[in-house]
């Protein structure tokens, strides 16, 4: 089981690029996550989803978009990359009977 | 809104001194609470967490939290830090009744030094 993979490990964007932060999990889960960690302010939830096909707002979701067209992959894109978005992002999953989240390794995006 | 406060941004401790980080949380109804530990390098881990039952939740490594319904609090503590310890400290609650959203604190860095 490799567990929950996320795809870059670092990236430098420019202002306005766009880039697709991969995430894959093996473990069949049902319910997705993207955070997003800021320093000094703890993880935000960016998007999340209960299964395939079904995706919804997190706490932060402006900029950002995501699919989840299988069970494994749960994709996030940014369109027009801002210096805000500068964050290390992290991927979880966890299945539907139990509230333990697995986390990635995370992305570490910078956008100058 | 629901939110999560953890009290302390920066700990340093030596060897064998004990860790108590504070969390109180925001929210009035039925919550689920957890414990993540980030170590350098890596990503989240649980170190335990609270559904129901026994206020005193025993999680990996040696370390416990209490929850204190009345205090809205959820604070970690471990008798004996190791220098292996050192890490960043996720305090994060997740109401009942929702999707699974965890709601996270800002974190604690714990620096124990040999």
């Known amino acids: 089981n490799a567990g929950v993979t996320q795809t870059p490990k670092f990236r430098i964007l420019k202002i306005g690029q766009s880039m697709t932060l991969q995430c894959t999990q093996d473990?069949?889960?049902?319910?997705m996550y993207w955070y997003r960690q800021d320093p000094g302010m703890g993880l935000k939830l960016i998007y999340y989803s209960v299964g395939a096909g079904i995706t919804d707002k997190g706490e932060v979701p402006n900029g950002y978009n995501v699919s989840r067209s299988t069970t494994e992959d749960f994709p996030l894109r940014l369109e027009l990359a801002a210096p805000s978005q500068t964050s290390v992002y992290f991927c979880?999953?966890?299945?539907?009977?139990?509230?333990?989240?697995?986390f990635g390794p995370g992305t570490r995006l910078t956008v100058t | 809104a629901q939110s999560v406060s953890q009290h302390n941004h920066h700990v340093i401790l030596s060897e064998a001194a004990s860790l108590e980080l504070g969390c109180n949380y925001s929210?009035?109804?039925?919550?689920?609470l957890f414990w993540y530990v980030q170590y350098p390098g890596q990503h989240l881990q649980l170190l335990l967490k609270?559904?129901?039952?026994?206020?005193l939740v025993k999680g990996i490594k040696g370390f416990e939290a209490e929850f204190i319904k009345s205090k809205f609090s959820f604070n970690l503590r471990k008798p004996s830090v190791q220098w292996s310890d050192t890490a960043e400290y996720f305090c994060?609650?997740?109401?009942?009744?929702?999707?699974?959203?965890?709601?996270f604190g800002q974190g604690t860095t714990l620096q124990v030094k040999p």
């Open positions: 929210y009035g109804g039925t919550v689920n």
């Open positions: 609270y559904f129901s039952g026994d206020p």
């Open positions: 979880a999953s966890r299945i539907g009977a139990s509230d333990e989240q697995y």
């Open positions: 473990m069949n889960h049902n319910y």
């Open positions: 994060a609650v997740k109401r009942s009744s929702n999707t699974g959203k965890l709601i």
